[in-house]
Each structure stands twice: as structure tokens, then as C-alpha cells.
């Protein structure tokens, strides 16, 4: 009876977040574009796209999204997408969004560049064909953790079963919100689709000067762990650390398709990392149809660009920069193909301990894309005027800048608790702001969390040795 009555405290409260309206809207200024959208790509030509694409385009390979919903018609993705399914719960379908974060992660990973007059943004693995899952990531409706992660693995099943290799999961929340039932129960879903051969990326969060707290899907066995990075291959600031970071890829400044009224955004996080490093794995896979989940993970691990210290990981970049290019020009020995190359998917992982009366957690009960977009305006193909970026109104307009600060309340004996959720920013703006103050809480974080580097440390990876230009 402890555990229900918890869990039905722990929804009451979430409840009562989104009842009384403390989730900050999306706030996004105008940025002016220079060049073509596809121009202002940067993250094409330091991964050498071109060169890959002479190679492979990703042909052959679905893979997965699960996030917020999806502008199924949205120039630069008209023709990527299958059927989906919506395990949202919410009306519309899955092609009905809260915002653009669903449309931008398909963009990074498959966009055509048809928009825009063919000056459009374009995916890493054009050739990919996009399964579009929505879920409730808490812009609509009431949601905990329990629902989300519940969403998460009826998307992972079902992606399974419609044969995607490649499962995309930008999206993610802090672990002290997770009862150990649902963690183990979506643990056992991983672990079916590893088994069937399927890969499954998620962003490891963008909190590392905010607590670095863990997150999940994220940090969970089965699961490929991605940080960010910038231009140089330098991680960023907000980038979280951790033994669940295996790979960082480019998440800085980045141009992507969504649902603003120029149908682009600039942005930044490790949501945009993942989405690269998604379609690299589609990439490999599409020329070595033959491997299994294992052997391409191994690749893209042996063929990462590492640290200059010599060592084989490190909790700030993982196994390295993804590097598609080297993947596909000079593989190496891809390896058993019944053994996983990352140790975690070996063990159990460590679970937050269940919100009780007696132990009340921090927690947030809204998950957390990663990325704070801008919306971009865009060059026509000729000499006509240029529209001029607008500033979004409402939540479905452009991708959120701002997630959300949630001010949480935990029925605990009685007494009411609060609890914060951090607040993303803009580029430029990446300090931490708060809506309100409230009581420190013990922080209740599992085995593996990492403190946050201070801002005058130098990660291993300088950008005078860029590892996307090796």
C-alpha cells in the first residue's frame, strides 16, 4: 500500500505543477541568417558529409524518433517519414506537435534540403526512412515520470516490431524521479531490442551546471549515451559528464527544420548530438547490412576521434567524437557480434530510490529535450527580399528556448516540499536563472553521477586538435 499511495502523492503533485501553470513558455529571439540554411550547417562540413555521401546516404535503414510530435509536411521531411504511432495520449496525432523539437531532431538526421527553394536543411543520413513516435514530454497535459517512461518503452517495442534499427530518444528525465519498477520494466525493454538487434541513442542531458544530475533513458544499460560538442570538438559548457557518456557530437549552433513561421531554428544540446549520432550509426549500418547492433557500435567506438591524453574513455567525452567518415572509409575489425562494447550493458544500473514520506527527492515530472532554439530566418534561392525571423507566439511556433522551470510540490506527512527543475537558455546566455528560491533538498542521485567540471576546466579535446577535421 506504501508504494500506491506514494505514487498517487507523487502524480497528485505533478498535478498540481501543471494545474497552477509554473512551466515557463518558449522565449526566443530573432537571428538573421547570413548565408543559405544549409550554408549555416557547419556540422556537415566538419563531419564531411560530401565525402559520406558518395559512400552512403543511410539507404536500407529506419530509424525511430520518439519525441514531441512531428510536422509531417514540413518541406524538408515530406517523403522521410513511415506511418508512425502517437503513445502520447493526447489528441491529433502523430503529427501534431506542443512544439518543434520532434520536427527538428527528424531534420538533423534525415532532412532533404528541398526546402527553401533546395537550399533547405538537410539530415546527416538523408537516405534514411524516418518512424515517427510521439509521447507526452509534458507540453501537453499532466505527466510523471511513470507515464514517461512507460511511453518511452511502448515506443521502443514498437519500433522494435515495425523493424527500425536505429531508435533516436532526445528526450529524457532526471533518474531521482523514477521508481525502481518502471526503471526495471523499461530496462527489460532495452535489453529485448538489443537482443533483436536494434540501437537505441539517447541524450545524456544538458545539466552539468546545473547539478549534473542523471538522466534517463540516457544513463540505462542498452542504451548509447551522447554528450555535445562545439565546432572545434570542444564539449560544451551544459554538456552533462558522466561513465554514461559514449560518444559527444556536434550540438552547438545548430540549423535545423522546425515548425516556426520560417520553418528554421538555431539551437543547441546534446537532443541535436544524438540525432547525429543516430544517423551515423545509419550510415555504417546501411554499407554493412550484415552487422549486428554490436559490431556497429564497436566501429563507431574504435573509430571515434579520442582524447589527446591517451586514454580509451573519460567521463567528458565518452569514447570520443562520432566520426561516420572513418567509419565508413577504414572500419577495422567490427568484432564478435554477440558482445556489446560498453561494460554498462553487462550490469544492473543503479535506480533512484522511491519518493517516500520518510525520503522525499528532488525531483522534476517534466522530461527534458535538449536544445534552446532561435528561430532562423531564411534565404530565398534568388534575389527577392528576405523574410525576416519573427518572434514566436505560443509553444507549437518554434522549439522551446526555454523548457521549463518546474516549482514541484511533494506531499511528504502533510508538509508541502518544493522542488526546482532547471531552466534552459538561449547560446548566449547560458547562466542558471531560477523562477524562485526554495529550500536546498538532499540530493538523492544513483551511483554514477559526476560532479559538474568548474568553469575554468579545459576539456582533453582542444581545438587545435579538432577531432571531426582528423
Given at each position: 500500500?506504501?508504494?500506491?499511495?506514494?505514487?498517487?502523492?507523487?502524480?497528485?503533485?505533478?498535478?498540481?505543477?501543471?494545474?497552477?501553470?509554473?512551466?515557463?513558455?518558449?522565449?526566443?529571439?530573432?537571428?538573421?541568417?547570413?548565408?543559405?540554411?544549409?550554408?549555416?550547417?557547419?556540422?556537415?562540413?566538419?563531419?564531411?558529409?560530401?565525402?559520406?555521401?558518395?559512400?552512403?546516404?543511410?539507404?536500407?535503414?529506419?530509424?525511430?524518433?520518439?519525441?514531441?510530435?512531428?510536422?509531417?509536411?514540413?518541406?524538408?521531411?515530406?517523403?522521410?517519414?513511415?506511418?508512425?504511432?502517437?503513445?502520447?495520449?493526447?489528441?491529433?496525432?502523430?503529427?501534431?506537435?506542443?512544439?518543434?523539437?520532434?520536427?527538428?531532431?527528424?531534420?538533423?538526421?534525415?532532412?532533404?534540403?528541398?526546402?527553401?527553394?533546395?537550399?533547405?536543411?538537410?539530415?546527416?543520413?538523408?537516405?534514411?526512412?524516418?518512424?515517427?513516435?510521439?509521447?507526452?514530454?509534458?507540453?501537453?497535459?499532466?505527466?510523471?515520470?511513470?507515464?514517461?517512461?512507460?511511453?518511452?518503452?511502448?515506443?521502443?517495442?514498437?519500433?522494435?516490431?515495425?523493424?527500425?534499427?536505429?531508435?533516436?530518444?532526445?528526450?529524457?528525465?532526471?533518474?531521482?524521479?523514477?521508481?525502481?519498477?518502471?526503471?526495471?520494466?523499461?530496462?527489460?525493454?532495452?535489453?529485448?531490442?538489443?537482443?533483436?538487434?536494434?540501437?537505441?541513442?539517447?541524450?545524456?542531458?544538458?545539466?552539468?551546471?546545473?547539478?549534473?544530475?542523471?538522466?534517463?533513458?540516457?544513463?540505462?544499460?542498452?542504451?548509447?549515451?551522447?554528450?555535445?560538442?562545439?565546432?572545434?570538438?570542444?564539449?560544451?559548457?551544459?554538456?552533462?559528464?558522466?561513465?554514461?557518456?559514449?560518444?559527444?557530437?556536434?550540438?552547438?549552433?545548430?540549423?535545423?527544420?522546425?515548425?516556426?513561421?520560417?520553418?528554421?531554428?538555431?539551437?543547441?544540446?546534446?537532443?541535436?548530438?544524438?540525432?547525429?549520432?543516430?544517423?551515423?550509426?545509419?550510415?555504417?549500418?546501411?554499407?554493412?547490412?550484415?552487422?549486428?547492433?554490436?559490431?556497429?557500435?564497436?566501429?563507431?567506438?574504435?573509430?571515434?576521434?579520442?582524447?589527446?591524453?591517451?586514454?580509451?574513455?573519460?567521463?567528458?567525452?565518452?569514447?570520443?567524437?562520432?566520426?561516420?567518415?572513418?567509419?565508413?572509409?577504414?572500419?577495422?575489425?567490427?568484432?564478435?557480434?554477440?558482445?556489446?562494447?560498453?561494460?554498462?550493458?553487462?550490469?544492473?544500473?543503479?535506480?533512484?530510490?522511491?519518493?517516500?514520506?520518510?525520503?522525499?527527492?528532488t525531483a522534476s515530472a517534466v522530461p527534458s529535450p535538449a536544445g534552446s532554439p532561435t528561430e532562423v530566418a531564411v534565404d530565398a534561392p534568388s534575389a527577392q527580399p528576405q523574410p525576416k525571423a519573427e518572434k514566436p507566439s505560443g509553444s507549437s511556433s518554434t522549439l522551446?528556448?526555454?523548457?521549463?522551470?518546474?516549482?514541484?510540490?511533494?506531499?511528504?506527512?502533510?508538509?508541502?516540499?518544493?522542488?526546482?527543475?532547471?531552466?534552459?537558455?538561449?547560446?548566449?546566455?547560458?547562466?542558471?536563472?531560477?523562477?524562485?528560491?526554495?529550500?536546498?533538498?538532499?540530493?538523492?542521485?544513483?551511483?554514477?553521477?559526476?560532479?559538474?567540471?568548474?568553469?575554468?576546466?579545459?576539456?582533453?579535446?582542444?581545438?587545435?586538435?579538432?577531432?571531426?577535421?582528423?
Open positions: 500500500m506504501g508504494r500506491t499511495s506514494a505514487r498517487a502523492r507523487w502524480r497528485a503533485a505533478a498535478a498540481a505543477l501543471l494545474a497552477a501553470g509554473i512551466v515557463v513558455g518558449p522565449i526566443a529571439a530573432p537571428a538573421v541568417a547570413e548565408d543559405t540554411i544549409r550554408q549555416q550547417q557547419w556540422h556537415l562540413e566538419a563531419m564531411h558529409a560530401s565525402e559520406m555521401w558518395k559512400v552512403s546516404k543511410g539507404q536500407g535503414i529506419t530509424v525511430a524518433v520518439i519525441d514531441s510530435g512531428f510536422k509531417l509536411d514540413h518541406p524538408d521531411l515530406e517523403g522521410q517519414f513511415l506511418s508512425g504511432k502517437d503513445f502520447s495520449g493526447s489528441t491529433g496525432g502523430v503529427g501534431s506537435f506542443a512544439d518543434g523539437h520532434g520536427t527538428a531532431i527528424s531534420s538533423l538526421i534525415a532532412g532533404t534540403g528541398k526546402g527553401n527553394g533546395g537550399t533547405g536543411a538537410q539530415g546527416l543520413a538523408p537516405g534514411v526512412r524516418l518512424l515517427p513516435l510521439k509521447i507526452n514530454t509534458g507540453k501537453v497535459g499532466t505527466l510523471v515520470s511513470t507515464d514517461f517512461l512507460d511511453q518511452v518503452g511502448q515506443s521502443i517495442a514498437y519500433a522494435v516490431d515495425q523493424g527500425a534499427k536505429v531508435i533516436n530518444i532526445s528526450q529524457g528525465i532526471e533518474a531521482v524521479t523514477a521508481f525502481p519498477a518502471d526503471v526495471a520494466k523499461l530496462n527489460g525493454i532495452l535489453a529485448g531490442a538489443r537482443a533483436k538487434g536494434v540501437l537505441v541513442f539517447a541524450s545524456v542531458g544538458n545539466g552539468a551546471e546545473h547539478g549534473n544530475l542523471v538522466e534517463y533513458p540516457g544513463a540505462l544499460p542498452n542504451v548509447v549515451g551522447v554528450g555535445a560538442s562545439d565546432r572545434n570538438g570542444t564539449v560544451t559548457a551544459e554538456s552533462d559528464r558522466g561513465p554514461q557518456v559514449a560518444f559527444i557530437a556536434p550540438g552547438m549552433d545548430m540549423i535545423s527544420a522546425c515548425t516556426s513561421s520560417t520553418g528554421y531554428c538555431k539551437s543547441h544540446g546534446t537532443s541535436d548530438s544524438t540525432a547525429l549520432a543516430s544517423a551515423s550509426a545509419a550510415l555504417v549500418w546501411s554499407v554493412h547490412k550484415d552487422w549486428t547492433a554490436n559490431q556497429v557500435l564497436r566501429v563507431l567506438i574504435n573509430t571515434a576521434g579520442k582524447a589527446n591524453d591517451a586514454t580509451g574513455r573519460n567521463d567528458l567525452i565518452g569514447y570520443g567524437a562520432v566520426r561516420p567518415r572513418i567509419a565508413l572509409t577504414d572500419p577495422g575489425d567490427p568484432g564478435p557480434a554477440d558482445v556489446s562494447p560498453l561494460p554498462a550493458d553487462a550490469v544492473a544500473p543503479p535506480v533512484a530510490p522511491l519518493p517516500s514520506a520518510s525520503s522525499p527527492a522551446p528556448i526555454v523548457a521549463g522551470v518546474v516549482v514541484g510540490l511533494a506531499l511528504v506527512a502533510g508538509v508541502v516540499v518544493a522542488v526546482m527543475r532547471r531552466r534552459r537558455k538561449p547560446a548566449a546566455q547560458l547562466q542558471p536563472e531560477v523562477a524562485a528560491q526554495v529550500p536546498p533538498l538532499p540530493m538523492q542521485q544513483p551511483t554514477g553521477t559526476v560532479p559538474p567540471a568548474p568553469p575554468s576546466y579545459q576539456p582533453p579535446v582542444p581545438p587545435e586538435d579538432n577531432p571531426y577535421a582528423r
